[in-house]
Nanobody, 123 residues
Framework: QVQLVESGGGLVQTGGSLRLSCAAS????????MGWFRQAPGKERSFVAA????????NYLDSVQGRFTISRDNAKNTVYLQMNSLKPEDTAVYYC????????????????WGQGTQVTVSS
């Protein structure tokens, strides 16, 4: 079992920044690729960013490339999502996910998920 707890969400104005954190426990963190997903009201949960075990492999949703940065600290069992230049369309509940399989993680079919943290961007 892997337990994931997100934090760092909140209300911010357009153009502002937030940093989300996801703290993991239960298994060896460095054995898992980590990802961030989001779900806006009335929409399905969708991929935002992912980072591989050693932090070398990184993928982003096209619309966040250049604005969001995913990183991980294996010593702290934590993955981060730095979000800059936020837009109203970034408003969603953001979820952290973990998987040992990169493909499953990117497809959003991971077994392990956090409870989510709300990000609201006002115009």
């Amino acid at each position: 079992q892997v337990q994931l707890v997100e934090s760092g969400g909140g209300l911010v104005q357009t153009g502002g920044s937030l940093r989300l954190s996801c703290a993991a426990s239960g298994r060896t963190f460095s054995n898992y690729a980590m990802g961030w997903f989001r779900q806006a009201p009335g929409k399905e949960r969708s991929f935002v960013a992912a980072i591989g075990w050693g932090g070398v492999h990184i993928n982003y949703l096209d619309s966040v490339q250049g604005r969001f940065t995913i990183s991980r600290d294996n010593a702290k069992n934590t993955v981060y999502l730095q979000m800059n230049s936020l837009k109203p369309e970034d408003t969603a509940v953001y979820y952290c996910a973990a998987d040992q399989n990169w493909g499953l993680l990117l497809r959003g079919t991971s077994v392990y998920w956090g409870q989510g943290t709300q990000v609201t961007v006002s115009s």
